[in-house]
């Protein structure tokens, strides 16, 4: 008996050394701050300040008045607060009105570009991936002469830059009758993207081969197998290229302009570029171009505000780093 009570009173105490009655022994012991930590949190927030910065100084010169810009051009604050240059963008000002505000009095028809610019961003996008996630399941699953060598050849065009294929663009799309159009602007990158390619290739080669030849068993084609397992199952990866695509697409400025000559077929970043060149006698409309820049970033900051996670998750998980 002595025995027994000696095991059971040594149990309970092992069982009260496992949880400990006050919480406050549960918790994990803080780690010292060192001189080390201290230094990376200060090159982590300097290097947040300077990122966040151009974006704060944007949003003050647009909630600034043009006029009183150039009296007080250090301020940290908005000069003379004022909501004029958003309303000469969205065309709430007549001419009298923008001109006072130090305004060029120009007409900008944000409504048109912003229309144009969805219209090229969204056909891009839908073409671009559907295309390309097609071209990666070949180049995942298919077997078939040469595959690796047209792969790598497509690598390589990956290290080729924009600007050499700007003029053979231009030329094709001239000799197609093609210029000033919005689908001239879309052509080029309407067909298979390298990167996407690498990309969705990356994930296809991840699915389980068992689940495809199980649906080639039953009878399914490698069309059916493609459209009705490797799409759904992939649909992650070809969300996070989308969103890469359409606000590449979006973002894209040289190509456009080189195109685009009229306001039936202008984007909305090269309008910008056509604001920027107005010439008032009071000098550019710095707060009127600044607002048009922040509400046609606005939708790409947005997008990528929320889907970020998922796209890092889907850049990890194809081991692209």
Request: glycine share 6%; no cysteine; net charge neutral.
């Given at each position: 008996m002595t025995q027994l009570h000696g095991t059971a009173g040594?149990?309970?105490?092992?069982?009260?050394?496992?949880?400990?009655?006050?919480?406050?022994e549960q918790k994990r012991p803080r780690r010292r701050l060192s001189l080390g930590r201290v230094a990376a949190w200060a090159?982590?927030?300097?290097?947040?300040?300077?990122?966040?910065?151009?974006?704060?100084?944007?949003?003050?010169?647009?909630?600034?008045?043009?006029?009183?810009?150039?009296?007080?051009?250090?301020?940290l604050l908005p000069v003379d607060f004022s909501w004029g240059g958003?309303?000469?963008?969205?065309?709430?000002?007549?001419?009298d009105e923008?001109?006072?505000?130090?305004?060029?009095?120009?007409?900008?028809?944000?409504?048109?570009?912003?229309?144009?610019?969805?219209?090229v961003a969204t056909g891009i996008t839908v073409c671009q991936v559907f295309f390309s996630a097609m071209a990666a399941y070949a180049f995942s699953r298919l077997r078939w002469r040469g595959r690796n060598l047209v792969f790598s050849?497509?690598?390589?065009?990956l290290m080729v830059p924009i600007i050499f294929t700007l003029l053979p663009n231009f030329?094709?799309?001239?000799?197609?009758?093609?210029?000033?159009?919005l689908f001239g602007i879309m052509l080029p990158g309407l067909f298979m993207a390298p990167f996407a390619i690498f990309f969705l290739r990356q994930f296809f080669m991840n699915v389980p081969l068992e689940i495809e030849e199980a649906a080639l068993i039953d009878g399914a084609s490698k069309v059916r197998v493609f459209f009705a397992l490797i799409i759904p199952m992939s649909a992650a990866p070809i969300a996070t290229i989308s969103i890469l695509t359409y606000i590449t697409a979006w973002n894209d400025y040289f190509w456009p302009l080189m195109v685009s000559y009229t306001d039936d077929s202008r984007v909305l970043t090269v309008a910008l570029g056509a604001f920027s060149a107005q010439s008032p006698q009071s000098g550019p409309d710095w707060s009127g171009l600044m607002a048009a820049t922040l509400v046609a970033a606005l939708p790409m900051i947005v997008l990528f505000s929320l889907f970020a996670k998922r796209i890092v998750n889907s850049i990890g998980f194809t081991g692209i780093k």
């Open positions: 040594l149990g309970a105490e092992a069982v009260a050394r496992r949880e400990p009655e006050n919480p406050a090159v982590m927030i300097a290097m947040l300040l300077i990122t966040i910065f151009p974006f704060y100084w944007m949003l003050r010169t647009a909630l600034s008045s043009n006029s009183a810009l150039y009296a007080n051009a250090t301020s958003f309303e000469r963008v969205f065309g709430l000002q007549t001419v923008a001109i006072a505000q130090g305004g060029s009095g120009a007409q900008l028809n944000f409504w048109l570009y912003l229309r144009n610019s969805v219209i050849a497509f690598l390589l065009s030329l094709l799309i001239r000799d197609l009758g093609l210029i000033d159009t």
